[in-house]
């Protein structure tokens, strides 16, 4: 028997207009846990769904060796059946079932006339609770546990599968330090009894605690495969590693000729709207000036859209304090109305759900925010309107052959403009672009910063918010960096290097400073 | 750079509307084949007095259905809302305008009622109105005190069963009738007109003149036989002005005002609405205030037809007003629908029952009928989005 439990050669995935992931090669010794990093969008989701079924056998290129043979996995339970088991970041529990229901799920454990034999479930999911170190009663609901516990309970409903390969995608992302530490126990423990563990995560500290082997995945590739016992294999290295591409698609050039402050945000905490007492957003500080971009840098979880959205008329969280100040005077902003009526816009970082009704056509599309100074007495000026629509059409370039074209019919970046002239239909002051770039190609990309650069030559405030470090040091005059919550640094373009971001992106909260 | 759009694209363009208006014209034809008296100026009258009150119901719920919701209740309204008014009128001997307004006003108030549960508590429209639509049969039975109330007689009586006739004298047929409908005719060339040359003055794609022409004259042609019969039975049904006014008034409504495009928008994308400043609370709020108003209007409606109140009045109303909506093109998952498609909707049930009752055929095979047609409709629009979504 081969001492590589999984190999994955040459996988490549195609999205339309996407290479997702280009010649990944991938090697996972018996009984090691290997770490996968990476930036957002690196492709590490996405080989983890190629090797889980998730994306079956067929519409990717390369091919999986499992245990020295040959795999082609048409699902998730092909794998299954294999004993690969992955835990998704959003956990898959349903919340008002127990503990057993939710472990034996598809699964359930029945006796000779089919029905399921509840008290064998129950006394079969208690072993399994007692090996992951949970003392609970296996018919509590899952909603009644927190978070950590729920990880946990993910991972007992693998082992019940009779798990040998366990797939975790960021599994502390929402977990606090205590409750990470006893996971990372648990793989250590799970290890022991021989289940090789894969693990996507970017606590790049975590890591050093608990990889064997960390595996880097860059733009789609492999970048390398590090042995974490070497004295090379640092921190440092494994960050260059994540960023270190070059800057391959120009930004157009800009001059800079920041104004006076337009937007002033004081001492913002957010708190989870269902899970009290977690608190997302802590203490925030920041501002923004005229014709200024205004870059924040968070990986994933850091609380970037919870900020933006906390911020444009309260639409996230609950228990919200801190001031925002607007022109140096201190605003009040209940509602998303209030927000566009004191010139804040918000471009969502997810377009179809929150940035476009997808059935109506461009031209209703662009109206819906600012539709009020298109109408007198409640009635719309459906000429103006069209006028308005060919306006923005022409202006940023919306390839279509007409404005009346449903939405869902445009491409991504083409969706991406209209969403922004919806937003600049509304003739806002300070604008906020979540991820403006996300899911569009290269070409439309440039376009958008084109975009950008206009709006802040007119004197508009921007803040851009991105996961993508080089779009933000080719956008942006001054970036702060968000982790876990909080704002952990304010860097002039200047001075800002990748690794600089990349470290101050990864400073975790120091252990219990908010419990009390 | 002015594109015209020939027959084939109009008809894919508007496959889904002109879907359902081929059907209502080919049951039309089938019917008047069938049995020659379903064209009859007499059936004809009939056939609007009798669904008027449904399609009056078809507009309101058509609003709730593009919100994303469902109102059950509207059945059970419109016999409140007669009750009420067979009390205030027959009882209490008030004027028809009091026992109408009264109506109105108790519309408004159960739309209240449950535009507060469904938007400011946040209970699903299908509960709210579940629970509406027993409540309200309840309290038309307290209201009545279990017995019916006849007739109302006068005034009231009018406003289903009246006429507008004779105004201009007759010659076997009613002249007024006839003029009115030409000035309609006259008038919805006129808007075709100035929407075409707006569209051409924006450079949007237009049909080409002869199909243009040809849609006006087959349009009036329609229309004005259908005037002609009328007039040659008693003349302009009162009903039927009203529903022409409503008709039109939420059609601009719904296409027009800031109002009508906060429905669409909520419907379509309740998120992406949220974060574009619309207050969904408020236009969920309203637009349940104004289906209560409709059923209002609709139980003054039915209760003048029935010339009095029952306790039973309106079974089953909610179900053929939602029907002539899904019908009609209203996507069930909110976002979707026009008045105009509830309307043919609603007529394409009318005229089945209606000739189906004609034909003699028998109430069990007539309830089968339409549940089939309902359940086809709707497999239509899936089948459509299907293809679509596959051809993106």
Redesign the interface.
């Known amino acids: 028997m081969s001492s590589d439990i999984l190999e994955m050669r040459s996988i490549t995935k195609t999205f339309p207009g996407v290479k997702a992931l280009q010649d990944v090669t991938l090697t996972v010794r018996r009984g090691e846990i290997h770490a996968i990093c990476g930036e957002n969008g690196a492709g590490k989701s996405t080989l983890m769904k190629v090797l889980s079924g998730v994306y079956p056998h067929g519409t990717y290129e390369g091919e999986i060796v499992y245990d020295g043979d040959e795999v082609h996995f048409g699902s998730i339970n092909d794998s299954e059946d294999k004993g690969i088991v992955i835990i998704h970041q959003e956990l898959a529990l349903v919340p008002y079932l127990s503990v057993a229901e939710n472990i034996f799920l598809g699964n359930e454990v029945r006796d000779s006339r089919g029905l399921i034999d509840w008290n064998k479930a129950n006394h079969e999911a208690r072993q399994l609770l007692l090996r992951v170190g949970l003392d609970e009663n296996p018919t509590t609901p899952i909603g009644q546990l927190g978070v950590g516990k729920q990880q946990l309970i993910e991972i007992a409903k693998a082992l019940s599968k009779n798990v040998r390969l366990l797939i975790l995608d960021e599994p502390t992302a929402a977990l606090n330090d205590n409750d990470s530490e006893h996971l990372l126990g648990l793989l250590r423990q799970l290890k022991a009894q021989g289940i090789t563990s894969i693990m996507i995560s970017h606590k790049l500290k975590e890591l050093a605690e608990i990889a064997d082997r960390t595996t880097i995945l860059r733009d789609g590739r492999t970048i390398e495969t590090i042995d974490m016992a070497e004295p090379t294999s640092t921190e440092d290295r494994m960050i260059r590693g994540m960023v270190g591409r070059d800057l391959e698609h120009r930004y157009p050039e800009r001059r800079s000729n920041p104004g006076e402050e337009v937007l002033r945000v004081e001492h913002w905490t957010v708190y989870h709207p269902t899970q009290p007492g977690r608190v997302v957003i802590d203490d925030a500080s920041f501002n923004v000036r005229a014709g200024e971009v205004v870059g924040i840098a968070g990986l994933m979880g850091a609380g970037r859209t919870e900020l933006a959205m906390s911020l444009?008329?309260r639409?996230y969280g609950r228990d919200v304090s801190g001031q925002i100040y607007k022109n140096g005077r201190p605003i009040d902003i209940a509602?998303?109305?209030s927000?566009?009526e004191h010139g804040i816009a918000?471009v969502?970082e997810d377009r179809k759900?929150?940035?476009?009704?997808?059935?109506?056509d461009i031209r209703?599309n662009i109206?819906?925010?600012g539709?009020?100074q298109l109408?007198s007495r409640?009635?719309?000026n459906?000429?103006e309107e069209?006028?308005v629509a060919?306006q923005y059409r022409t202006d940023l370039n919306i390839r279509t052959p007409?404005v009346?074209v449903p939405v869902?019919?445009l491409s991504g970046g083409n969706q991406q403009k209209v969403v922004l002239s919806?937003w600049l239909f509304t003739t806002p002051e300070v604008l906020i672009l979540d991820e403006p770039t996300r899911g569009i190609d290269v070409g439309a990309k440039y376009e958008i910063y084109t975009i950008i650069n206009r709006m802040v030559a007119e004197g508009k405030a921007v803040v851009v918010i991105s996961s993508e470090l080089p779009e933000l040091l080719g956008t942006c005059d001054r970036i702060y960096t968000l982790a876990f919550g909080r704002i952990t640094g304010e860097v002039p373009v200047a001075q800002a290097t990748q690794e600089h971001l990349m470290e101050l992106m990864t400073i975790e909260r120091d252990v219990k400073d908010k419990a009390s | 750079m002015t594109a015209v759009a020939g027959v084939r694209e109009m008809i894919t363009r508007n496959v889904r509307q002109s879907g359902i208006f081929i059907a209502f014209v080919a049951i039309v034809v089938l019917f008047s084949v069938l049995k020659k008296e379903f064209l009859s100026p007499g059936n004809l009258t009939n056939i609007v007095l009798q669904y008027s009150y449904i399609l009056i119901l078809a507009i309101g719920m058509l609003m709730v259905i593009v919100l994303g919701q469902i109102d059950l209740s509207v059945g059970s309204v419109v016999a409140l809302t007669g009750a009420v008014a067979a009390v205030v009128v027959i009882k209490g001997h008030a004027p028809w305008y009091v026992g109408v307004l009264v109506a109105l006003a108790v519309g408004f108030a159960v739309g209240a009622w449950q535009g507060f549960w469904v938007a400011f508590v946040g209970i699903p429209g299908f509960i709210v109105t579940l629970a509406g639509m027993l409540l309200f049969r309840g309290l038309t039975y307290r209201v009545l005190e279990n017995i019916s109330l006849s007739p109302f007689g006068g005034t009231y009586y009018g406003i289903a069963n009246g006429f507008l006739n004779g105004l201009l004298g007759g010659y076997g047929f009613d002249v007024f009738t006839l003029l009115i409908f030409a000035i309609a005719v006259v008038g919805y060339a006129v808007s075709q007109w100035r929407t075409r040359r707006g569209r051409i003055s924006y450079q949007q794609t237009v049909e080409s003149m002869p199909i243009f022409v040809t849609k006006i004259v087959v349009v009036a042609v329609v229309v004005m036989a259908f005037a002609y019969q009328l007039s040659r039975n008693r003349g302009l049904p009162i009903v039927l002005i009203l529903l022409a006014v409503l008709i039109l008034a939420y059609t601009l409504v719904m296409s027009k005002t800031v109002f009508g495009r906060h429905i669409y928008a909520i419907g379509g994308n309740l998120n992406a609405a949220q974060l574009s400043g619309v207050k969904v609370r408020k236009v969920s709020f309203w637009t349940y205030v104004n289906m209560g108003v409709l059923a209002g209007v609709a139980g003054v409606v039915y209760s003048s037809r029935m010339n009095g109140a029952q306790p039973g009045a309106g079974n089953m109303f909610e179900l053929d007003a939602i029907a002539a909506c899904f019908i009609g093109g209203a996507s069930t998952t909110g976002g979707v629908g026009r008045i105009t498609g509830a309307m043919i909707g609603g007529l394409v049930m009318a005229v089945m029952s209606n000739g189906m009752q004609l034909m003699g055929v028998p109430q069990s095979i007539q309830q089968v009928v339409k549940g089939l047609v309902l359940l086809l409709a709707v497999a239509f629009d899936v089948y459509n989005k299907r293809r679509a979504e596959a051809a993106r």
């Open positions: 444009f008329g639409s509602d998303v109305a927000a566009i918000y969502s759900r929150f940035g476009l009704n997808l059935i109506q209703t109206s819906s925010a539709l009020r109408a409640g009635w719309v459906g000429n069209l006028k060919e007409s009346l869902n019919k919806k």
